[in-house]
């Protein structure tokens, strides 16, 4: 039995996990400050970080409580996600982790937040199918406020990454047109319930980068997306129906709420299907916080071919969480793949080229 | 360089004048950019970024804050959005000074006003605002 701590502070969760053999998830716990930004519209009142080293300590020690554990002795390596995110972030859980595993001599684990997205669909839930080659090529449609990616995966664990945005993510395309609207934060959830009593098919707004309106698609944005243009549009509409002030009628706001949604995940489903058939893909894998939208999990549901296996993660692990975080670090950890305690962290999306749970 | 005033009249349109202002700066310039949401300041970053030769996605700061971008010659292009910083003090205590004192870099700071108090009187502002659907006037002070 390997137990790991977990550790994420990549962007405004704090959140600390205690994860057995890569699934079983005994404790989870995430310090949101998301009810703190609601009044301010998503414009975070005091920066992530400090936040972050205030939760830290409360936080680690409600984790390891609620997983049982009342010595670190207990504990097998301590992992934090180490990049991509905002720096000052990221270094708050990378060097407490450190401190903690350099203090217990246990081995330390730097964790690529984008594939613990992608492989937090699996928690819970027994990961040995993830060693079924029938499984591959996968293809994950990773898709947040500051993510939105298709990655395809072999059987032997090469990653590629096919698609991604060129601007915008679709959660900040969601949340900027909630803004816009007035309609509060977070943008996602509010968009779902304000456009479940909409007509999606009110209004056309753009599909970008799918070959709509007469546009070929360039050869190099086959998989990738832009949601940024979308905004505009949604503000012009809006101005056209409601005036300089946007003064929205209640019917109105539902049905342009509903056909947004519908314009960004037309795109999303679009794009993955296109991708998934493209590359012969025998799984599809939805995650990231927007896999959380009930529309969006739906459609796939209805539209991927009967011969592809479709993972859409758990909602309780799309949102930021450091369970993937400690999941995924087992796997690194049965490997060996330890890092030093010199190990930086990293802003950007680097190049990915394998992931350690295939095999 | 004196205050210029020009119309767009589509996104490609913005783009090009982002680039060629661009290849007019040197490094160590900070560019405020202003605009409501939608106004088009992606497409000003995007063709910004292409001007000093940068290839890869220019994909939003919103969440990250910042984005950087290595430039040969170990000069910097530092993409930022103050979107959701609310005051200069929360954007100090990430260390925004020193992206502003990099002489080596260019800096453009997307809703730059959360951060009035920090920025260098050599601030160049970038005044982008909308014509109508598809055409913008950008004011450069």
Redesign the interface.
């Given at each position: 039995m390997t137990l790991i701590l977990g550790i994420e502070t990549s962007?405004d969760e704090t959140s600390v996990a205690v994860v057995e053999d890569g699934d079983r998830v005994l404790s989870n716990v995430v310090a949101s400050q998301i009810r703190k930004h609601a009044p301010?519209g998503?414009?975070?009142?005091?920066?992530a970080?400090?936040e972050h080293l205030k939760a830290m300590d409360p936080v680690v020690r409600q984790a390891l409580k609620d997983a049982g554990i009342n010595s670190l002795d207990e504990i097998d390596a301590i992992a934090a996600t180490n990049g991509?995110?905002?720096?000052?972030a990221l270094l708050v859980g990378v060097n407490y982790a450190k401190g903690l595993a350099a203090g217990n001599d246990l081995p330390f684990i730097g964790i690529n937040h984008f594939i613990a997205h992608i492989y937090a669909t699996f928690l819970d839930s027994g990961i040995e199918q993830l060693r079924e080659p029938s499984l591959y090529p996968l293809l994950a449609l990773v898709v947040s406020?500051?993510h939105t990616a298709l990655v395809l995966i072999t059987a032997d664990g090469q990653a590629t990454v096919v698609g991604?945005?060129?601007?915008?993510?679709a959660g900040?395309a969601l949340d900027?047109a909630s803004?816009?609207l007035g309609l509060g934060y977070p943008g996602g959830p509010v968009i779902e319930k304000t456009g479940a009593n909409g007509d999606s098919s009110k209004y056309d707004f753009p599909r970008p980068l799918t070959g709509g309106a007469g546009k070929a698609v360039a050869e190099e944005n086959k998989y990738?997306f832009s949601f940024?243009?979308i905004?505009?549009?949604?503000?012009?509409h809006c101005k056209r129906l409601g005036g300089e002030d946007i003064a929205l009628s209640e019917t109105e706001m539902f049905d342009t709420v509903a056909s947004y949604q519908e314009a960004v995940i037309d795109v999303l489903v679009k794009k993955t299907l296109k991708a998934a058939k493209d590359f012969n893909a025998a799984s599809i894998v939805l995650s990231g916080g927007v896999a959380c939208n009930g529309v969006l999990r739906q459609r796939l549901e209805d539209c991927t071919p009967k011969r592809i296996k479709l993972f859409l993660a758990p909602r309780k692990y799309c949102t930021d969480n450091a369970a993937m975080v400690a999941g995924l670090a087992f796997h690194h950890l049965r490997k060996g793949m330890i890092d030093p305690l010199t190990t930086d962290a990293f802003?950007?999306l680097p190049q990915i080229s394998q992931v350690p749970f295939t095999d | 360089m004196n205050k210029q005033t020009v119309e767009t009249h589509n996104e490609q349109e913005t783009a090009d004048f982002a680039a060629r202002l661009s290849m007019e700066l040197g490094g160590g310039t900070v560019l405020a950019l202003h605009g409501d949401l939608g106004a088009g300041k992606t497409v000003f970053a995007r063709g910004f970024a292409r001007g000093l030769g940068i290839t890869e996605p220019v994909s939003s700061p919103t969440y990250t804050i910042i984005q950087e971008y290595k430039l040969p010659q170990d000069k910097w292009f530092y993409h930022m959005d103050l979107y959701r910083i609310d005051d200069y003090r929360s954007a100090l205590a990430f260390g925004v000074e020193e992206y502003l004192e990099d002489s080596n870099a260019y800096i453009l700071l997307e809703w730059p006003l959360r951060i009035k108090e920090l920025l260098p009187t050599s601030t160049r502002h970038i005044y982008i605002e909308h014509l109508s659907e598809n055409s913008r006037r950008i004011i450069v002070e």
């Open positions: 962007c301010y998503g414009v975070v009142p005091e920066l970080a400090r991509p995110g905002l720096i000052p406020g500051g991604t945005t060129i601007d915008d993510a900040e900027k803004k816009l990738n940024s243009g905004k505009t549009s949604l503000l012009y802003a950007r | -």
